[in-house]
C-alpha cells in the first residue's frame, strides 16, 4: 500500500528547502531514502508528485466495489464486458472471480445459519429424550407400585378402615 499524499508532500517541502540531507528526513518521516528520491524525481518531471502513479490493482478493489462492477455488467455483452474491463483496469476472469466469491459468501452464511439451528435442535432433541427417558422410569414405577397394590389386596384382602 502506498504512502499518504500529505506524507510525500510534507518530505517533499523538506528535501526542496534544503535544511536537512535527505537520509536525515527519512529516518524522520521513517520513509525510505530511495523512496524519497522516486517522489522527487517525480515532482521534478512532472511538476508535481504523480497521484495515480500506481493503477488501482483488482485486490485493491473494496467488496462494494466488486458487487457494484458485477450488477453493472451484468446483463451486457462479452464484448461490451471486455471493454468495461479494460476501462477499469480488471480482466474479465476477475469479475467472474468476484462472482464466484460472493456466492460462495452468502451460501456459506447459509450453511453456517444452518448448522447454528441444527446444533440448537439437536441440543433441544436431547433434553426432550432426557426428560422422555425420566418420565418413563416414573410410569414404570407407578406401574410397578399398582400391581404390588393389587398383589397385595389379592393375598391379604382389603384392609379395613378405622
Request: glycine letters at 6%.
Amino acid at each position: 500500500m502506498g504512502h499518504p499524499i500529505q506524507l510525500k508532500e510534507t518530505v517533499l517541502k523538506k528535501v526542496l528547502l534544503g535544511n536537512k540531507t535527505q537520509f536525515e528526513i527519512a529516518s524522520d518521516f521513517g520513509v525510505g531514502r530511495s523512496t524519497i528520491g522516486k517522489w522527487l524525481r517525480e515532482y521534478k518531471q512532472n511538476g508535481n508528485i504523480n497521484l495515480n502513479s500506481k493503477e488501482k490493482r483488482p485486490r485493491d478493489w473494496t467488496a462494494e466495489e466488486r458487487i457494484s462492477a458485477i450488477i453493472e455488467t451484468g446483463t451486457i455483452t462479452a464484448e461490451e464486458k471486455a471493454a468495461w474491463c479494460r476501462r477499469s483496469g480488471i480482466f474479465t476472469h476477475h469479475l467472474d472471480q468476484w462472482k464466484k466469491d460472493a456466492i460462495s459468501a452468502m451460501s456459506l452464511k447459509a450453511t453456517r445459519k444452518k448448522t447454528e439451528s441444527e446444533k440448537y435442535f439437536k441440543k433441544e432433541i436431547a433434553a426432550l429424550k432426557k426428560d422422555l427417558f425420566r418420565k418413563d422410569k416414573a410410569l414404570a414405577e407407578t406401574a410397578a407400585l399398582l400391581v404390588l397394590k393389587k398383589k397385595a389386596r389379592e393375598i391379604w384382602g382389603e384392609l379395613e378402615d378405622d
